[in-house]
């Protein structure tokens, strides 16, 4: 075989470029800390770190979801609780103003203060948050949550949505309540029925001054049997012509007209039960006296302390729901009428206390709900986190630099360039003229 001089220079010159190449290759690997630098190097390690990093950066998105979940949460606790304090505040100034020794100045004194807790409660109905979205609009997070319609009238501008965030690939978590659900989906009174003196619209017309529980129930059962109409009204006579005065009252079913306690048409007294004050009034048949041939039991009782009148009625209605901002005004509305005696405020005020009561126990529960959402964030962002530590371990494994290793092979590559390198000159020195004398 020929070999030209050409030849043994393009040899000798790849030997040299290849391990050459192969020196450098080492030197990036050592300067990146990677082995895989190209996919060509490990094509199956290459596709895995491909994955895994599009699964790390995917987790890592959701621990930043994650914390502004948190922040969206602890915005809505903060303001929840601060509505709640405000209850507290109300309930106490309610509480206050069954004083019977109060002035009209005093309770308006007070009213003017429950106005401005009623402003405040406004407020926060209408929060934003740091993006300036109305946190609780629901999807609406553009438009104002609350608006008042006329002075003591608040409309919802929002819907019932709740707006959630990602935190892991099957987990939505809410992070806003409606605004309905938090201050406008409240049951009045004791949550089962509200209990109430006669009104003939913004007017008290009871004349004596009993004063009606909330009322409790015993058997929710029978309160909520279809037959019971849930529509009940207490009335009372005062027979004068005995001495002492002698208290009677009936309980009339307002859809049929009928007493339950003799199953007649009611009419006029004296009734079947004696009244005493304080004493319970049950509803459920008492026999004697009632002489109703059909009994009756709708699981519930009540009373009534103080001297009711003739003509005095009192109400028992199935509970319905009742906004925050409805309760308040109705109690400054209490508070200002002048010309409300002070049994009729404080049928008013217990009425008052009973909502305040109920929506206390739902910002309660409200808060509960975004208190569990909070754990379940704490709980994923720590899944989160293990998760990402996981797969930045699997892509060390697949396409990091063992250094030990590295040095080694540098070494030896080193040692090939210098061979390669020496044998070349020495090859290209061969020439039979070195040899003609």
């Known amino acids: 075989m020929r070999i030209s001089t050409n030849m043994i220079y393009d040899i000798g010159t790849r030997g040299v470029q290849s391990q050459t190449a192969d020196l450098l290759k080492i030197q990036q690997q050592m300067s990146t800390g990677r082995r895989v630098l190209t996919p060509s190097d490990d094509p199956i390690a290459a596709s895995r770190v491909l994955d895994v990093s599009q699964s790390q950066s995917t987790t890592e998105q959701f621990t930043r979801n994650g914390q ?6 602890g915005l809505q606790d903060s303001i929840l609780d601060s509505v709640n304090t405000l209850l507290q505040n109300v ?32 407020g926060f109905a209408n929060t934003t948050d740091g993006n300036g979205q109305y946190i609780f609009s629901g999807f609406k997070g553009n438009t104002q949550a609350f608006s008042e319609t006329t002075p003591g009238s608040v409309a919802y501008n ?19 309540s409606s605004g309905a659900q938090v201050f406008q989906q409240i049951l009045n009174g004791n949550g089962t029925f509200v209990t109430a003196q006669a009104m003939a619209g913004s007017v008290a017309t009871n004349t004596g001054t009993g004063v009606i529980s909330p009322g409790v129930v015993l058997n929710p059962a029978a309160w909520n049997n279809p037959a019971n109409s849930q529509d009940f009204t207490i009335k009372f006579n005062v027979d004068t012509t005995q001495v002492p005065s002698v ?33 319970t009034i049950s509803l459920k048949t008492v026999s004697p006296p009632d002489t109703n041939p059909t009994p009756f039991d709708f699981g519930a009782e009540l009373s009534i302390s103080g001297d009711p009148a003739t003509g005095d009625t009192f109400t028992v209605k199935a509970s319905t729901n009742q906004d925050i901002f409805t309760t308040l005004n109705d109690l400054i509305t209490s508070l200002t009428t002048s010309h409300y005696s002070n049994a009729a405020i404080t049928n008013n005020n217990n009425t008052a206390l009973s909502n305040i009561a109920s929506a206390e126990e739902n910002i309660l529960k409200i808060r509960a709900s975004v208190g569990a959402s909070m754990k379940e964030v704490d709980t994923q962002s720590s899944v989160n986190d293990d998760l990402v530590l996981q797969y930045q371990t699997t892509r060390s494994n697949l396409q990091d630099l063992d250094y030990t290793k590295a040095i080694s092979d540098m070494t030896m590559k080193q040692t090939a360039l210098e061979a390669a390198q020496k044998s070349f000159i020495k090859v290209q020195g061969l020439s039979l003229f070195n040899y003609i004398s």
């Open 91 to 122: 309930r106490v100034l309610a509480v206050n103003a069954g004083n019977p020794g109060l002035s009209s100045a005093d309770r308006k004194s007070l009213a003017s203060e429950l106005q401005s807790d009623y402003n405040q409660l406004l």
């Open 68 to 73: 502004s979940a948190t922040d969206s949460l």
């Open 158 to 176: 929002g819907d019932q949505g709740q707006r959630q965030i990602q935190i892991s690939a099957s987990r939505q978590v809410p992070v806003s």
């Open 247 to 279: 208290t009677t009252y009936d309980i009339v079913d307002n859809v049929s007209g009928n007493s339950l306690l003799t199953g007649a048409a009611s009419g006029a007294g004296p009734y079947p039960r004696t009244y005493t004050s304080g004493s």
